[in-house]
């Protein structure tokens, strides 16, 4: 069953996992006890922590990546073990991003990876027999599998089956047992918001003789008892379950105590239940990151405070191998998760949700309640923006920036960012990398209302973009807007010149004198950037962020700039990708010199670490496409006397099945395959390497 208001509450769920992990992340252990929290902070009410914007987690790449196994291989039945662990080795950066890397034998997800690069498939990777009971039990089988249970509603045993399967890449036992709990009582509060309700729905899901089922009773059993003091609980659970009862770096069972401790005393209240969470110390940001989810579904919007909810403006990113998905839009992704959820279900989707989901382009409609889609505002002495339901040109929602007693050359910018480098950010958080998701030849448009109420001067708008290291302003003409009336706004994105664009929008300046200032508002609707693509990468105008060269995301390798070159050193196979992960028609030149080495690619359609086309280089005399999925396999070859030290401009071009390469301006294969449509592109090499790249274009057709 597809509850009515299935989309809003899904919304309100993932931002409520959001805003429990970014509450609990700053006071993780090992150096954050429960003693230390309790300290320096008190009472917790808020977040302790003010960050620029918020880092990857890897509570927030599991369930956002692993869950495209629903999309590349679960397509039309239900997933199993090995589908999730394609997903692991597909979409994960060997030893950074995604998950901790704390080593293997000691950090359950390492150990996962390695035992799965090395051919020990799931179940088998993940299981007590292979690692060992505590390695096995650790607490990421309950903090990957919030969104199994997202796209379950009203289904609790299918989203603990779902969550299982996905658990049990890494995971055995009372391991495996927090991922059915939890996605059982996320697909529960879609129908109930009474938490002892939700609770019992969780634990009908696991066995009653389980660990994890008698510390929950426990629990429950002491709010029987002492339904006001949630910190005598937690010395309770210090003393009869404790880390030093249940060993390994952060086994499951402590923290399912405070996850179920939270939810119980929180009484149905998302706010105090992640303070509660977070308060109580061992795994905070994962424990406050599962019951966000939870009450964030059981509570809805309106439930959750503004002082929350607000940060996060509806943005989260990620560190995973696509620079394009890991910024991460939340209402858009809450429609994916509900058009998947109607999949899963068996029920036909709404025209109108599937219509307003896009993962190309970039398309904002502002229709979700409170929703903002990360537009910022770059003055707020003069400009204050919120979500308002007064006015829409289209549907029922819009974003509403108020300009207040602005005068004559006085501006304020507001825009989108989608691009973002190192210094966006506070700390080094899970390494993300970015590919801009507004690029040179797309186009921005935009509805805009003016509504002034004071000024002798009608205020005006000119659309820009930013460029990211150089930070020009590329300004477009001006527009004055039209008191009461919807003024469409459209541009080209211009010529970045090798630049990548960190925001896209409007600045917002006044025209009137001194007396009266302007004063009034603008709403802002049905928000775009789409079309084709034609852009350069000059590496003279790139960063080295992150391990990365901007705006790559390196899977292996050493990487750096040299004389306006992005340089690779490697002793074993690595790629580099960007671009639109869904990317489909295209064409990709880049200059090669290669130095040592017989193998330098370039990557079109790539999907991953382990799906995609490689082309180029392949051998003394020899040009070769391969096709890797989860193998490389060759596709096509041809004889080519290439020699070290030299430079080969090469083109790479996919339209419909076809795959077309060109060295120097000269056609050298021509080659149909259908398995890929589309995807990213690089470049890489199979063997030891070192080769420099530069003048990279990409050009949408």
């Not at 009862?245 to 239940?273: E, W």
Request: hydrophobic share 35%.
């Amino acid at each position: 069953m597809i509850p009515s208001n299935y989309l809003e509450k899904l919304y309100s769920g993932y931002l409520g996992m959001n805003i429990g992990i970014r509450l609990g992340a700053p006071v993780e252990p090992t150096i954050w006890t429960y003693e230390r929290i309790q300290s320096t902070y008190g009472d917790i009410t808020d977040y302790v922590k003010e960050f620029k914007n918020f880092a990857a987690d890897d509570d927030a790449n599991g369930p956002f990546y692993f869950l495209r196994a629903l999309y590349d291989d679960a397509k039309d039945r239900d997933i199993t073990p090995n589908d999730v662990a394609r997903a692991w080795l597909n979409y994960a950066r060997e030893g950074i991003g995604m998950f901790w890397w704390g080593g293997y034998g000691v950090s359950t997800e390492h150990t996962a990876y390695i035992n799965l690069k090395k051919g020990i498939e799931a179940p088998q990777s993940g299981s007590i027999e292979q690692n060992g009971l505590i390695i096995a039990e650790q607490i990421g089988g309950q903090i990957f599998i919030d969104t199994w249970g997202l796209v379950n509603p009203c289904n609790p045993k299918k989203a603990a089956d779902f969550g299982e399967a996905a658990a049990r890449v890494s995971h055995d036992g009372e391991g495996v047992l927090g991922a059915r709990f939890f996605c059982a009582a996320i697909s529960k509060a879609f129908e109930t918001s009474d938490i002892n309700e939700i609770i019992e729905a969780g634990l009908a899901q696991i066995p009653a003789d389980s660990i994890y089922a008698q510390v929950s009773r426990a629990v429950l059993a002491f709010h029987a008892q002492h339904p006001n003091d949630f910190r005598a609980c937690r010395d309770m659970l210090e003393r009869d379950w404790g880390y030093d009862k249940y060993t390994g770096v952060c086994h499951i069972i402590p923290n399912a105590g405070v996850c179920v401790l939270s939810m119980i005393y929180g009484q149905g209240d998302f706010n105090r239940t992640v303070e509660i969470a977070t308060m109580c110390g061992w795994d905070t940001d994962c424990n406050a990151g599962n019951v966000g989810t939870v009450l964030g579904v059981a509570c809805g919007l309106e439930g959750i405070a503004d002082k929350y909810r607000k940060p996060i403006n509806d943005s989260i990113v990620m560190s995973g191998i696509s620079g394009f998905m890991n910024i991460l839009d939340i209402p858009t992704y809450a429609k994916e998760l509900a058009i998947l959820g109607h999949r899963l279900a068996n029920v036909p989707c709404p025209e109108g949700l599937v219509e307003s989901f896009t993962e190309h382009d970039i398309y904002f409609d502002f229709e979700l309640p409170g929703s903002t889609h990360n537009i910022r505002i770059s003055d707020p002495f003069f400009c204050q923006a919120k979500h308002s339901t007064e006015k829409s040109f289209k549907g029922t929602g819009s974003l509403e920036v108020v300009f207040d007693r602005m005068v004559r050359g006085e501006k304020s910018k507001i825009f989108y960012k989608p691009f973002y480098t190192r210094d966006d950010f506070s700390d080094e958080r899970y390494s993300p990398t970015f590919a801009p998701k507004a690029s040179s030849g797309q186009k921005v448009s935009m509805q805009i209302f003016l509504d002034q109420w004071g000024g002798n001067e009608t205020m005006g708008i000119a659309p820009y973009v930013r460029l990211s290291k150089s930070k020009k302003e590329l300004v477009q003409g001006y527009v004055k807007l039209v008191d009461q009336e919807w003024v469409h706004i459209e541009f080209v994105i211009p010529d970045s010149e090798g630049e990548l664009i960190d925001e896209v929008g409007i600045v917002l300046e006044a025209y009137s004198t001194r007396k009266p200032k302007s004063l009034g508002r603008i709403f802002i609707d049905e928000f775009r950037i789409y079309g084709n693509a034609d852009y350069t990468i000059d590496f003279n105008k790139q960063l080295s962020n992150f391990g990365c060269i901007t705006p790559f995301a390196h899977n292996n390798g050493a990487w750096s700039l040299e004389n306006g070159a992005m340089y690779l050193m490697t002793a074993e196979p690595s790629e580099a990708y960007t671009g639109n992960y869904f990317a489909k028609d295209y064409s990709v030149s880049a200059r090669l010199n290669p130095q040592s080495g017989h193998s330098h690619l370039v990557a079109v359609r790539a999907q991953g670490a382990m799906r995609g086309y490689h082309v180029g280089f392949d051998g003394a005399n020899q040009v070769s496409l391969y096709i890797n999925n989860f193998g490389f396999t060759k596709l096509a070859g041809a004889e080519f006397p290439w020699q070290l030290g030299k430079d080969y401009d090469f083109k790479v071009t996919v339209q419909g099945n076809t795959l077309t390469f060109a060295i120097d301006g000269q056609e050298i294969l021509k080659h149909t395959d259908d398995t890929f449509d589309y995807g990213m592109f690089g470049v890489s090499t199979r063997t030891a390497a070192r080769t420099y790249f530069k003048h990279i274009r990409f050009t949408e057709i």
